[in-house]
């Protein structure tokens, strides 16, 4: 008995000669202690709190004079299981030979990464511009039974069909038909994060749709691109000092017709705008006085500044979270609604923040 107790739990371990006492885990990863004094007497479990708040109301069963130690066992992993939804939903030994020829037949080249358990599957992709980008699938423990669940880096919610009965292979050929049909949204940002200097976001992912785009000192525009009509006038915001942002907010607003959808976005951008965008061939980041002129920093926590002293002379950025701050510790700052009113640190100007 205690020759198959062990073989059937080989994470147990015997502690004494006479083999019986007992010490480890049974097969469902749950620690216990079995400890018997003679065959006459009953089993005392010393067992973890996890455990034992499990086992109430089986007490009476576990303290049986002839319990043996594989009963026991059994009984405790079905405690266990009955408790534990992810155990009971433990694929079967087919779950495992399926998955594996799939893989053989998508190729594992296309694998980045499995987990432990063998559900969740990372699988790499390429565009025909050669971007590289990732499907994660969940699989489900009757796969292919099940529909798996998906997700990836993508402007737009991942609009598939997944059905049951799909696999990796057809998965993953879906996938690509879906990059496809998002290829000139991308073309579209790889031009413009190309050819201008981003602002925000710092590090652009798949799934951004908008870019903060430089113009000059203090000055830019954040577009925001439509992935479903890349081509389209996006949406437009132009951030900076008034004296600067109005003329080109005019021009925007009378050249709108002006719009070629046969054009790329950064070459309608500029003929809209009547402005030649400053490029890293052509301007050095440091040139756009980027910093806040509070707290000396670029970006705090996740913003970047974007207020502005609206004085030509000064233009000093500063974050707004910053600014009201300042403006609020002034003796001679008021607010009006959610307006603060105060002096620049700067210029001496009146600068304008809302509330934050």
Known sequence: MEKSLVNDNPLLVPLNKQQTVYDGFITVQVKLCVLTHSQLCPYRLHCCW??????????????????????????????????????????????????????ETLGWDKLLFIDTEFRMLRLKAED???????????????????????????????????????????LHSQFLLVLESLSEFWDVLDEIDSKTWILEPEKPCHSDTTRRIAIGNNVSIKVEVDPRHPKMLPECCLLGAEHVVTPLRNKLNANMHLWNPDSSVLHNLQDVLEIEFPSPATHEKSSFNLECGICYSYRLEAAIPDQVCNDPRCGQPFHQTCLYEWLRALHSSRQSFNIVFGECPYCSKVCVCLTV
């Open 50 to 103: 996890q455990l034992k708040h499990l086992l109430r109301g089986y007490e009476r069963i576990v303290k049986q004079v002839n319990v043996p130690h594989v009963a026991l066992c059994v009984l405790l992993q079905e405690v266990v299981l009955k408790s534990r939804p992810e155990c009971r939903s433990i694929p079967p030994p087919q779950y495992y030979s399926q998955l594996i020829s799939e893989m």
């Open 128 to 170: 025909s511009a050669g971007r590289q980008h990732i499907l994660t699938v969940k699989l489900k423990s009757k796969h292919p039974a099940e529909t798996p669940e998906c997700s990836a880096d993508l402007p737009v919610p991942l609009a598939i069909n997944w059905t049951a009965q799909s696999t990796l292979e057809q």
